[in-house]
């Protein structure tokens, strides 16, 4: 039977390098990768159950969140992470022309902001272009002398286009987390737990007091993203992940219980292992 795997496309992108990988990590039965527009439209593949599976990026290490995933996440409630995978990012400058021709330059918004002091450097009267993938740059360039692409190297060596500048990101440690999403949630162990909530009210000491939590059960918190609850000013949800002891879920299990009372809304993500991807 397939499985069907959704991504943010199309074909190259560097999502579609992690579902193939997590898809092999996790041994999942003959399948299919389905290439979607926007990030939104990956996690809503999964939402609705159109795919088994989706991979999304949540974290980059030079810019932090992924907006985009956070807010789908939170309203899409019913998703659980299944597994992690975290990547090194190298991007590549890409075009038909030559850099002293460059004039645009187009890629994902993230992929823009991690070459930033590059980009200002070397080109710095390029206009700098989002689009919905590093994937989908490439084929809008294709063709063009004064256009270039940030993406993946391996780009190049599909006789697409021509490599013109590489490493060109800002950090050269520079790496992201994709996470595997399914409806079905699955009980396991793994080094990461996941949650996100928001509280009963904006008040003095309200936040610490859940995180007061994370503290006294010993657990070491590794990421805290806040993002706006979109109903007033003022008003966030908050995205945490804690380290957990491998081969036990019970503290995982301890600190929903205690932190659930402190807040409005509350979304358990999962436990879930974390595979990481170093340079070659």
Known sequence: MQT????????????EKAAFTLAELEKLSDPVFVPCVGLRSVIDHAAKKLCEFAVVPIENSVEGGVTATLDGLWSNQELFIQRALVMPIQHSLLSN???????????????????????NKNLPNALQLPTNSTAEAVRMVTGSNFRAAIAARSVSNLGILKELAFPINDVAGNRTRFVLLQSQKVKRCGQIGSV??????????????ALTCIADLGLNM?????RPSKRE????????????PMKSNDLYSDLIQKLEPFCEHFVDFGAYPNTEIKLS
């Open 196 to 209: 996100a909530f928001s509280l009963h009210a904006n008040a003095p000491g309200a936040l610490l007091e």
């Open 4 to 15: 069907r795997v959704a991504f943010l496309g199309p074909e190259g992108t560097y999502a």
């Open 97 to 119: 022309g030559s850099i002293e021709e460059i004039s645009e330059v187009l890629s994902h918004p993230q992929a823009l902001a991690q070459c930033n002091s590059w980009l």
């Open 233 to 244: 000013l003022g008003e966030y949800v908050f995205f945490v992940d804690v380290e957990l």
């Open 222 to 226: 590794n990421r805290i993203e806040s």
